[in-house]
């Protein structure tokens, strides 16, 4: 499973590669390839502990959507989604003072 990650700068989502590297050198945790180019050519780098921190919610997200998948029973309670087959039989729509009231008027 790959990584998504966020660009800092535009707000867009993007896929880099596994290996975390382009041809025209490594990928950014922190930029997309535009604004990457962009930051290059402004010759602005890269924060390093905003990197790592990237990294780490990425993966942090991966490991929580690999449990999320473990079974579609399981809710945020903890207990499985039953629902009643058929809805509960009552008296009350049977029976009542509304029948009779039509009748004493």
């Known amino acids: 499973m790959r990584l998504i990650f966020e660009c800092v700068e535009c707000g867009s989502h993007y896929l880099p590669p596994e290996a975390m590297v382009y041809p025209d050198g490594p ?9 990457q180019a962009a930051m290059r050519a402004a010759g602005v780098g890269e924060d390093p ?28 309670g903890g207990r499985p989604d039953v629902r009643p087959s058929r809805p509960p039989v009552s008296r009350r729509a049977r029976s009542g003072p509304g029948a009779l009231r039509g009748k004493l008027a």
């Open 49 to 76: 502990l905003l990197a790592r921190v990237a990294l780490a919610t990425a993966r942090a997200a991966r490991a929580g959507n690999a449990r999320a998948g473990a079974g579609p029973e399981e809710t945020a």
């Open 27 to 35: 990928a950014s945790p922190v930029w997309c390839t535009h604004c």
